[in-house]
């Protein structure tokens, strides 16, 4: 920014702060709502170093410093989201990390490809509890907005130790930010060109006496995409199918002391998708309750229960046609108890489920289900300053297939400055689906899918290892700090659970059927690094290579990328009380597939995104995406889902600053 450009900038401010403004609005870079600022009008730049002492959940399932955790935990914080402009998980997860992509399955159902692991591999949670599932092994993503979320925690790797089935491949944790101001009411609307896309939304949170609420609303709106031409018949995916989505939240908090707390929370979702000669409507109905109590300076106990129902029906010409129905039902209790004798933890758990599923896939719309029983138990033991040892052990028992599942890790962390060294091993599995075990479908005509009952559960070892330095540099124009990470790591899957080539017989016809197949080993890098200045200058890489052998080329949800990555250059200021300015330069990488479609090549795509904090709460953002038009010769499952260059803005108003 020149001198004189400056100067009006400052000149500006300096009018509209003589307005009643709340004081220390902002303070250096745009600080979390639940921070309480200075009182005053100093700008004080804070780098990025400050993410290390934030808190983590998801990696021990106790709270711990993201510095002290043994292990590798990607952690995305409300600044970072805000900095991607991302209003949705599938945005947010794709920007931020390499070796991580959503493409399209059968139907256009959303399929995720992480480090080699699809959707029924990895778990996600809302504040740790499971969502029920979709019809492709995968949970509804539109179902994870971004509104009032704090953080989002990223475990790579085998966690069914803590977390049981499908934590094969790793965790992702979407945790709610909880909100310490008296009231807040944030107003927001987005459009966006492809598509004409409308998404607005609205988050109220109070705290009163003992009572603290928090309300969230989303609703979007989006047209048909067209991606290709009449004439094109070797694409797979001719349009992106628009429709609409509400999304409704409540969480309510009662404290009756300062030790006890109980949290209710309760959710609607609608969505519908648009197909030329029929609609799909999916709905989510959710609830829980949980309680939190601090026995003592040393003991802790959750006790929790949580019911989530998604369904799917078919309209043709507005009516019904039954023809596709689908209902998950998901009853879970828990228990989670922590024991501290100083640095060191003993933590203790266990769940019960009870999953229903009734789906047009089973033969004769028919329904099934299991109760799944488990226990497990984990140690933090930390007998140095530099050394921390976390050992977990866990067993799950599945009542329709009448299997267990015995998994343990073991992670340890040495803080041998100016490194720390993480190394750990994970075992992990994924039981059979009840879809997987009783399927008997036609799939469009194309052949029938026959379920197998006698299915083994997955299972891998992951053995991690992980290089991190942090630092400052504190003299000269780029004082600032710094974070570089490199962790590799390896994953031997067995029993892997795939379709294969069915014969017939006097009863079915032939067709494909479930089976377990020979192991398939998964050998990858991660390297991050970024760096923040003092005087708001950032930059961010994360790279990753992945290498999957004993994989079958045909299968058309394994096809991973060899090389990725992701990138930000940005800068961040608050030039005075009343305005502040972010901008950056961001895209991501990714290597031609390793798939049966040779046209499906590699490609990249960049960002621009600007956003301005100003008076009185409104804060306005602007963004182009696919700056250089890309766009894939041929449309496959994984190809880029893009028509071309798009641009969208929006606004947001925090209105209790707008009357403070």
């Not at 808190?55 to 970072?80: F, M, N």
């Not at 009231?183 to 939304?201: K, P, V």
């Not at 019960?352 to 029983?373: K, P, R």
């Not at 960049?606 to 766009?631: A, C, H, P």
């Amino acid at each position: 920014m020149s001198r004189s450009l400056e100067c009006i900038v400052l000149s500006v401010c300096g009018l509209l702060s003589s307005a009643p403004t709340l004081a220390g609005n902002f303070v250096g870079r745009v600080l979390d709502e639940t921070d309480n600022p200075p009182k005053s009008d100093t700008m004080h730049m804070v780098p990025d170093q400050h993410v290390l002492g934030e808190v983590v959940v998801t990696a021990t399932r106790t709270p711990k410093a993201l510095k002290d955790v043994p292990v590798v935990t990607r952690l995305i914080t409300a600044d970072e989201i805000r900095k991607t402009d991302a209003t949705n998980i599938q945005d947010l997860l794709t920007e931020e990390i390499p070796g991580l992509e959503f493409g399209y399955a059968m139907s256009q159902e959303t399929s995720l490809n992480m480090s080699g692991f699809g959707g029924s591999a990895v778990l996600f949670l809302v504040d740790g509890e499971r969502l029920a599932g979709e019809t492709m092994d995968n949970v509804d993503y539109n179902r994870l907005n971004l509104d009032n979320v704090g953080q989002v925690e990223i475990v790579k790797g085998a966690s069914s130790a803590l977390y049981g089935a499908n934590a094969v491949g790793g965790v992702v944790n979407l945790i709610t930010k909880e909100r310490k101001e008296p009231w807040h009411l944030n107003l927001n609307s987005r459009y966006r060109s492809a598509g004409n896309e409308w998404r607005s939304g609205g988050d109220l949170n109070f705290n009163t006496g003992r009572w603290n609420s928090n309300t969230t609303v989303q609703y979007s709106t989006v047209e048909t995409i067209r991606l290709t031409g009449a004439f094109d018949t070797e694409s797979k995916i001719h349009e992106i199918f628009g429709g609409n989505t509400l999304n409704v939240k409540e969480r309510l908090t009662y404290h009756v002391n300062d030790n006890l707390r109980f949290i209710a929370r309760g959710g609607y979702f609608a969505r519908v998708s648009n197909r030329a000669n029929y609609d799909d409507h999916y709905h989510d109905y959710s609830g829980g309750l949980r309680s939190v109590w601090q026995i003592d300076a040393t003991q802790n106990l959750e006790l929790s229960y949580s019911y989530d129902q998604y369904d799917k029906a078919r309209y043709t010409g507005g009516e019904r046609t039954h023809d596709h129905d689908y209902s998950n039902r998901q009853h879970i209790a828990h228990v989670l108890y922590t024991k501290f004798w100083g640095a060191n933890g003993l933590t203790v758990g266990a769940d019960c489920m009870y999953d229903f599923l009734s789906t047009y896939q089973f033969a004769g719309n028919n329904s099934h289900a299991q109760t799944t029983l488990d226990a497990f138990v984990q140690f933090d033991y930390n007998p140095l300053s530099w050394l921390n040892i976390v050992a977990s052990v866990r067993d799950d028992y599945f009542s329709e297939s009448d299997n267990n599942a015995l998994t343990a890790r073991l992670a340890t962390m040495f803080k041998l400055k100016p490194l720390s060294i993480r190394a750990s091993y994970a075992g992990g599995f994924r039981a059979p689906t009840l879809k997987e075990m009783y399927m008997s479908f036609d799939m469009a005509g194309i052949q029938m899918i026959y379920g197998n009952p006698d299915l083994k559960p997955e299972k891998s070892h992951n053995i991690n290892l992980a290089l991190e330095r942090n630092g400052h540099v504190q003299h000269g124009i780029l004082a600032g700090s710094y974070s570089l990470t490199l962790s590799g790591y390896y994953n031997y899957y067995t029993s892997r659970i795939t379709t294969t080539d069915y014969p017939g017989d006097d009863e079915r016809e032939e067709g494909a059927v479930y089976t377990n197949e020979d192991g398939v080993k998964v050998l990858g890098i991660d390297l991050n690094a970024r760096y923040r200045t003092v005087m708001g200058l950032g930059a961010s890489l994360s790279y990753n290579y992945l290498h999957i052998g004993n994989r079958s080329i045909d299968s058309q949800f394994s096809q991973p990328r060899p090389h990725s990555a992701t990138w930000r250059l940005d800068y961040d200021k608050q030039i005075c009380s009343t305005y502040g300015i972010y901008a950056s330069l961001s895209g991501r990488y990714l290597a031609k597939a390793q798939s049966r479609y040779e046209t499906d090549n590699a490609y990249s795509l960049w960002k621009f995104t600007l956003q301005q904090r100003m008076w009185r709460g409104i804060k306005v953002n602007m963004s182009i995406e696919n700056l250089f038009d890309y766009r894939p010769k041929v449309y496959y499952w994984n190809s880029a889902p893009t028509a071309g260059r798009t641009w969208s803005v929006g606004v947001t108003l925090d209105v209790n600053e707008f009357f403070n």
